[in-house]
């Protein structure tokens, strides 16, 4: 998986509770980025990198938060989880914005 | 409406029978073009990159080509361990990226 960990690979949590997912990388990558995977839909950008504290929005970003104060860690938080955020999530980095991009071996999120 | 579609959704063959899979985009302002390939409970692998019509890159069975509007995926006499979900993404304008949904991929000994 190209120096890419994410934690926890699964996670079952409740209503309500904040949750966090964290990516590391090992290959000094500027772009991080953070999708989600669902049936019936391809991967959706929840929200990107581009540097130390830099981040921005993707096109399914309520409901989630992103910090990054280091290179080599991304990390994607649920504020209040619902049911909806039930879902596979990857990360994934690049060294150039939105050319191909490697990724990480996917968190398996539930939300009961 | 899908800026990335990919057909077919699934798709069954036997062992040697060549195949392509197609995806098809409406953007504009293509910068790249990029296949992938998934197995159950992992994460995308990245096979190629095509940047302009005409392109074509190959890896043992597999031979993408890029027109400007499509890009297909040949499968040339696949063997069961090319069965996966294969995923198309287009990067275009201003810095945006999109994902089709996949063709899932069973080669049947």
């Known amino acids: 998986d190209a120096g890419i960990t994410q934690s926890p690979r699964h996670k079952v949590t409740e209503t309500g509770t904040p949750v966090t997912l964290r990516c590391h990388q090992t290959e000094n990558h500027r772009y991080m980025y953070w999708y989600r995977q669902d049936p019936g839909h391809g991967l959706r950008l929840i929200h990107y990198?581009?540097?130390?504290?830099?981040?921005d929005k993707g096109e399914v970003s309520d409901g989630y938060s992103v910090s990054r104060s280091k290179t080599e860690d991304f990390l994607l938080t649920l504020e209040s989880a619902t049911s909806s955020q039930t879902s596979v999530y990857f990360c994934?980095?690049?060294?150039?914005?939105?050319?191909?991009?490697?990724f990480g071996a996917g968190t398996r999120l539930s939300v009961l | 409406e899908d800026q990335v579609t990919q057909s077919p959704e699934a798709l069954r063959l036997q062992e040697g029978e060549s195949s392509s899979l197609n995806c098809s985009y409406t953007v504009s302002g293509l910068r790249g073009l990029f296949w992938y390939r998934q197995d159950p409970g992992k994460g995308p692998e990245f096979l190629f990159t095509l940047y302009s019509a005409g392109e074509e890159k190959e890896k043992e069975r597999l031979k993408a080509t890029l027109t400007k509007k499509e890009s297909f995926l040949h499968i040339t006499a696949p063997k069961p361990e090319d069965s996966a979900t294969y995923l198309c993404?287009?990067?275009?304008?201003?810095?945006?990226?999109?994902f089709g949904k996949g063709n899932q991929v069973v080669v049947i000994p």
């Open positions: 990198s581009y540097g130390v504290k830099d981040t």
């Open positions: 993404a287009v990067s275009y304008g201003n810095n945006r990226l999109a």
């Open positions: 994934a980095i690049s060294e150039v914005d939105r050319s191909f991009q490697y």
